[in-house]
């Protein structure tokens, strides 16, 4: 069984902090995504990755994969309240193929709240 | 990307009694998943929907509590059966393109 771990579980800085998420597996994970996801709706995608030292940027927030593809991290620089939500890491369950086609093992989530 | 359209998004139920949530994808996904979460938890992977066929369950889930039903590409359907308090959840499906799973709003249950 493929697991995440994500750390940490709650996170509570004060608006312009920096802060990263991490989340690490034993296991290889074909890809990794990121989601945000706020009460009463379902997780918003935000980013993929799949290639091993791979970096993405989204404004604000860095995302990196590990060079093995066992890990992964998410950067977020000064944050803001609209930043406050659920995050949560996925990795993409493969089959022989080498495509999850969408089916993921969760990490644990980190709660996020970012004060004015 | 996929939008999924998810019903109904709450219900309150009596214990003993049965919920059918639809899941409907705005496109044709190769894949569509259920999962359970609790509130600001993770997510669980009940069971792949596959269509024309009986879902694949994951370790813990069984097709007798959980049956699923996919007649199509775009639509699926998942009940819980002989619902129980430890059945309050929130639900959710997912559709997945490649490498990439979009997901509905999710149902919260709760079974009184």
């Known amino acids: 069984t493929q697991l995440l771990e994500q750390s940490p579980q709650f996170l509570s800085i004060q608006e312009g902090e920096n802060l990263t998420v991490y989340c690490n597996s034993s296991s290889v994970f074909s890809s990794l995504q990121w989601y945000r996801q706020e009460p009463g709706e379902g997780p918003v995608l935000l980013v993929t990755v799949v290639t091993g030292g791979e970096v993405k940027k989204l404004k604000r927030l860095t995302f990196q994969f590990g060079d093995a593809r066992k890990d992964s991290s998410l950067h977020i620089t000064a944050a803001q309240p609209g930043d406050t939500g659920l995050y949560l890491c996925?990795?993409?369950?493969?089959?022989?193929?080498?495509?999850?086609?969408?089916?993921?093992?969760f990490g644990q989530g980190t709660i996020l709240t970012v004060h004015p | 990307s996929a939008v999924i359209s998810q019903k109904p998004s709450r219900d309150i139920c009596q214990r003993g009694t049965s919920l059918t949530i639809q899941c409907q994808v705005d496109s044709q996904v190769t894949m569509m998943f259920w999962y359970r979460q609790q509130p600001g938890q993770s997510l669980t992977l009940i069971a792949t929907a596959n269509q024309g066929s009986e879902a694949t369950y994951e370790s813990g889930f069984v097709i007798d509590k959980f049956p699923i039903s996919r007649p199509n590409l775009t639509f699926s359907t998942l009940t819980v059966s002989n619902m129980s308090p430890e059945d309050s959840s929130i639900y959710l499906c997912s559709g997945g393109l490649g490498t990439e799973a979009f997901f509905g709003q999710g149902t919260r249950l709760t079974v009184v």
């Open positions: 996925a990795g993409g369950r493969s089959n022989a193929g080498g495509t999850s086609y969408g089916k993921l093992t």
